[in-house]
């Protein structure tokens, strides 16, 4: 009986790990040789195919038996192998925010459409909020942000207009940088009310922009945070192939970027083992890269009380340290 359970939980661990895999991008045939090989079943290069056994190579999942070329292939142990696919998709994300910020570069000035249109222009000052709150009045199906400071006007006043649009039946999506659920205040006067309203919700460590492109029709976008900050600028962008591209940067960031749930989710798990409000905030400040300082400010506990929740947190998902934790956290939902 006691082997039937090593088993189970093993092909339990295997199935998560294959779910990582697949959402880095690594295709169903890799994931399953890949699979087959930490099983520990003997397999000689010959017996696979070919191709698949290129990618996986190529991939960093599996490398040449040292011992001859005839010899098992080898598994790369899942830490490393999901660290190196993590570190290839982050640069990815870094090339498709350096062919932005080329594009961006182009259309800095006034840039003349065919048809005689103004495809993009600077704005600058108080015009920046008039313009914004002009575009957002006219939202019609949905608005994209990438949020990140500097914040051009007060937090609680941005998430009533936010929350009045979601009311209105505008859809939100946003992607949130660590910055702004560490900024001050600002998760829990923006963010939190935000998401709760309706709000879809994720966070990365960083955005390389701030950006706000509404129907599609009309894009805000500030080409570095250093710019915005003390040029106080912004590009606006008509339908064309840069507004085209930054959808893309959007979709490209929400994709690998961690959900973040509304406080009053019901989340599906095992009885008993349900995190609260707080531990789901706790958790969406700790994925984010949030320093524990300021975890415990916001939350307003004391420190002995904040690790003490992060104990029983990595208790009930049977994580060993807070990578674990995260990846856990994203699998049942609690984020």
């Given at each position: 009986?006691?082997?039937?359970?090593?088993?189970?939980?093993?092909?339990?661990?295997?199935?998560?790990?294959?779910?990582?895999?697949?959402a880095?991008?690594?295709?169903?045939?890799a994931?399953?040789?890949?699979?087959?090989?930490?099983?520990?079943?003997?397999?000689?290069?010959?017996?696979a195919?070919?191709?698949?056994?290129?990618?996986?190579?190529?991939?960093?999942?599996?490398?040449?038996?040292?011992?001859?070329?005839?010899?098992?292939?080898?598994?790369?142990?899942?830490?490393?192998?999901?660290?190196?696919?993590?570190?290839?998709?982050?640069?990815?994300?870094?090339?498709?925010?350096?062919?932005?910020?080329?594009?961006?570069?182009?259309?800095?000035?006034?840039?003349?459409?065919?048809?005689?249109?103004?495809?993009?222009?600077?704005?600058?000052?108080?015009?920046?909020e008039?313009?914004?709150?002009?575009?957002?009045?006219?939202?019609?199906?949905?608005?994209?942000?990438?949020?990140?400071?500097?914040?051009?006007?007060?937090?609680?006043?941005?998430?009533?207009?936010?929350?009045?649009?979601?009311?209105?039946?505008?859809?939100?999506?946003?992607?949130?940088?660590?910055?702004s659920?560490?900024h001050?205040?600002?998760?829990?006067?923006?963010?939190?009310?935000?998401?709760?309203?309706?709000?879809?919700?994720?966070?990365?460590?960083?955005?390389?922009?701030?950006?706000?492109?509404?129907?599609?029709?009309?894009?805000?976008?500030?080409?570095?945070?250093?710019?915005?900050?003390?040029?106080?600028?912004?590009?606006?962008?008509?339908?064309?192939?840069?507004?085209?591209?930054?959808?893309?940067?959007?979709?490209?960031?929400?994709?690998?970027?961690?959900?973040?749930?509304?406080?009053?989710?019901?989340?599906?798990?095992?009885?008993?083992?349900?995190?609260?409000?707080?531990?789901?905030?706790?958790?969406?400040?700790?994925?984010?890269?949030?320093?524990?300082?300021?975890?415990?400010?916001?939350?307003?506990?004391?420190r002995?009380?904040?690790?003490?929740?992060?104990?029983?947190?990595?208790?009930?998902?049977?994580?060993?340290?807070?990578?674990?934790?995260?990846?856990?956290?994203?699998?049942?939902?609690?984020?």
């Amino acid at each position: 009986m006691g082997q039937v359970v090593h088993n189970s939980a093993e092909d339990r661990s295997t199935a998560e790990l294959a779910g990582h895999l697949l959402a880095l991008g690594v295709d169903p045939d890799a994931v399953g040789l890949y699979r087959r090989l930490l099983s520990g079943a003997p397999l000689n290069l010959g017996e696979a195919d070919g191709p698949v056994v290129d990618r996986l190579i190529e991939l960093g999942l599996a490398v040449d038996n040292p011992d001859g070329p005839h010899q098992p292939l080898l598994p790369v142990p899942p830490g490393a192998a999901l660290d190196l696919l993590t570190r290839r998709a982050a640069l990815r994300l870094e090339e498709a925010s350096a062919a932005v910020a080329g594009a961006y570069e182009s259309w800095r000035r006034r840039v003349p459409a065919p048809g005689g249109g103004v495809v993009a222009e600077e704005v600058t000052g108080a015009d920046i909020e008039k313009r914004l709150g002009e575009a957002t009045a006219g939202a019609r199906n949905e608005v994209l942000r990438f949020d990140t400071p500097p914040y051009f006007w007060d937090s609680a006043r941005g998430a009533d207009t936010e929350i009045a649009m979601l009311r209105r039946g505008i859809a939100h999506r946003a992607v949130y940088a660590r910055a702004s659920l560490a900024h001050p205040g600002h998760l829990t006067t923006n963010i939190q009310p935000c998401i709760d309203a309706g709000e879809q919700a994720r966070v990365l460590p960083e955005l390389p922009v701030k950006l706000t492109i509404i129907d599609d029709r009309i894009g805000f976008l500030g080409l570095s945070l250093a710019d915005v900050d003390i040029s106080g600028s912004l590009l606006v962008v008509r339908p064309s192939g840069l507004l085209t591209a930054l959808r893309a940067l959007f979709e490209a960031c929400w994709e690998r970027a961690l959900p973040i749930q509304a406080t009053g989710v019901v989340v599906t798990t095992a009885p008993g083992a349900r995190p609260g409000p707080t531990e789901r905030r706790i958790l969406a400040m700790l994925v984010a890269g949030v320093p524990d300082s300021q975890i415990i400010r916001e939350l307003g506990v004391s420190r002995r009380t904040f690790f003490r929740r992060m104990e029983l947190l990595m208790a009930q998902a049977g994580a060993a340290s807070r990578f674990q934790l995260a990846l856990q956290a994203q699998r049942r939902g609690w984020l």
